[in-house]
């Protein structure tokens, strides 16, 4: 299974930019790139997903790197509503959710 | 937007007791999956359906079942609820080609 890589915890300042990373070093030509958030006591909300070029989307923004191995979610300007667990995933189906990253936001 | 919805946010069952978890989806998606989450386990695939009466076993089947009668409802049955079943249940549905859509969750206690 293709599987991906994120560092377990990751900080930021309110209103400073998040750069949450993800590696799949063994990610194939027809996987799509998905990221979800996890907001306390929810379900997993879908945030964007990309094959190759980077996207935009008005919840962040999704820089692939051009081998395709590792992939960036950017948070433009966190707010303490943006603490969250952030999962990286191939798309497949069904899915399979790794441990993900969990941010803090420090206001 | 897609709409999943989970009949309850919280559930307190007995040991023994058969439980019955529903999801139901305002949109026409074909395939539906039940999760269950726990600290320092991560979200688990219990079971999925692809069509109306179709059904497949995820990773965590055991002491599970489902069922899926008509295309917007999927239903996760605990045969008999144990304690170690405790846990929260996330339905989700997916389009095909984009994200899934999660419900909020059942948090279910079993006593």
């Known amino acids: 299974d293709a599987k991906t890589t994120q560092p377990n915890s990751m900080e930021s300042n309110e209103e400073e930019p998040v750069h949450l990373p993800c590696n799949h070093s063994t990610i194939s030509g027809t996987d799509y790139i998905h990221w979800y958030r996890q907001l306390p006591s929810q379900g997993p909300e879908y945030v964007i997903h990309?094959?190759?070029s980077n996207v935009n989307n008005r919840m962040a923004s999704l820089a692939i790197a051009e081998d395709r191995k590792s992939s960036t979610l950017i948070l433009h300007r966190a707010t303490l509503r943006d603490a969250a667990v952030y999962y990286c995933?191939?798309?497949?189906?069904?899915?399979?959710f790794g441990k993900g990253t969990r941010l803090s936001v420090i206001a | 937007d897609v709409k999943v919805t989970q009949s309850s946010r919280y559930l307190v069952k007995r040991t023994g007791e058969k439980v019955f978890l529903e999801c139901v989806q305002d949109?026409?998606?074909?395939?539906m999956f039940w999760y269950r989450q726990d600290p320092g386990l991560g979200l688990r695939l219990i079971y999925f359906?692809?069509?109306?009466?179709?059904?497949e076993k995820g990773d965590i089947p055991e002491g599970y079942s489902v069922s899926r009668e008509k295309k917007e409802r999927f239903s996760l049955i605990l045969e008999s609820a144990s304690t170690n079943q405790t846990s929260m249940y996330l339905c989700?549905?997916?389009?095909?080609?984009?994200?899934?859509?999660f419900g909020s969750g059942t948090r279910l206690t079993v006593v």
């Open positions: 359906s692809y069509d109306v009466k179709m059904k």
């Open positions: 990309g094959l190759t």
């Open positions: 989700a549905t997916d389009p095909g080609d984009y994200g899934y859509t």
């Open positions: 949109m026409d998606h074909e395939n």
């Open positions: 995933i191939l798309r497949d189906s069904p899915l399979v």
